[in-house]
């Protein structure tokens, strides 16, 4: 048997730099260099007798058996992953996925919280920047995770949505007068984008009939909401905010608001976890808790509006 299984270490190395299409990611995420990657890869390709990758320069690209290997080595080493897992030191902790802003402005208080109250249930948080939110539970080493979407996530996993993401413009409290803004100002305005595709202004202008009268090709662009509500508040220009996510500053008097309209994205938060997972009523409990500690919109009155 051990003469027909290719060696590990090169199934190991094939499998992350097919899921990074890249050589140079792949020895970064195993501390190895890109040229024992490239090493691992051709002994796999010797020992396999077919091409797994295609080579053109700096670039490489799956071969369509690289494809099918990649595929099955994905939930082989999923498998080999939770065989161990019980072994480990951290293995009553549930996994946690999360974007960055989220955490930043909630889940961090909220898990404290939680840490607290039920110190049984230890939840290890990865906090990763997505542009656009996702996991793979057969190649991500998580249990669960809290992702923005519109409720689905996939075949073979469960979710459970938290809240809305209600959209809103944010600024320095200075600049928010006691009536709201006109088109004119905004017009005028340094606008502040939190992902360099401008989704989020995109859907707020067309819910008020703007969409064509605001220039979105000009101002500041930023990876994340935090990075954009950061530069709102100190005076930098007018963001988008996601309302839950900024409600306590607010409150507080740390973040202005130039309109009174939130827009629904049509998107939310969810906690969602694999289906056939091994950790289902820790998840569970999980999400039963956040349910009941999530971010408040009391005594703030504004307009919502529906997606466009």
């Keep these: ?92 902790q549930l996994r946690l996925k999360a974007p960055s802003t989220l955490t930043m402005r909630w889940l961090l208080r909220a898990l404290e919280t939680l840490r607290q109250a039920e110190p049984e249930l230890e939840v290890q948080l990865a906090s990763v920047w997505m542009d656009v939110d996702a996991v793979d539970f057969q190649a991500e080493p998580y249990d669960c995770a809290i992702l923005l979407g519109n409720g689905q996530f996939g075949a073979g996993v469960e979710g459970c949505k938290l809240f809305d993401e209600w959209l809103i413009p944010i600024c320095a409290p200075e600049a928010a007068p006691t009536t709201p803004w006109n088109l004119q100002r905004l017009q005028e305005a340094q606008l502040i984008h939190p992902s360099p595709d401008r989704r989020d202004w995109r859907r707020w202008l067309a819910a008020q009939g703007w969409l064509e009268q605001v220039r979105l090709d000009r101002g500041k662009v930023f990876d994340t909401l935090d990075q954009g509500i950061s530069a709102a508040m100190r005076g930098h220009g007018v963001s988008i905010g996601d309302l839950h996510l900024v409600a306590d500053d607010i409150r507080d008097g740390q973040v202005g608001l130039p309109f009174d309209s939130a827009v629904a994205s049509g998107d939310g938060y969810y906690l969602v976890w694999p289906k056939a997972g091994p950790r289902r009523e820790k998840i569970l409990r999980l999400r039963d808790f956040l349910i009941g500690d999530l971010p408040s919109l009391a005594g703030i009155d504004l307009n919502y509006l529906p997606p466009v």
């Design 1 to 92: 048997m051990a003469e027909r299984i290719p060696p590990l270490y090169a199934l190991r190395a094939f499998e992350v730099a097919a899921r990074t299409c890249s050589f140079t990611q792949a020895g970064a995420e195993l501390a190895l260099t890109q040229s024992a990657i490239s090493r691992h890869i051709r002994t796999l390709e010797s020992a396999l007798d077919c091409r797994l990758f295609e080579r053109k320069g700096p670039k490489v690209t799956l071969t369509d058996a690289g494809q099918r290997l990649a595929q099955e080595l994905k939930v082989g080493f999923r498998i080999i992953e939770e065989a161990c897992l019980p072994f480990r030191g951290n293995a009553l």
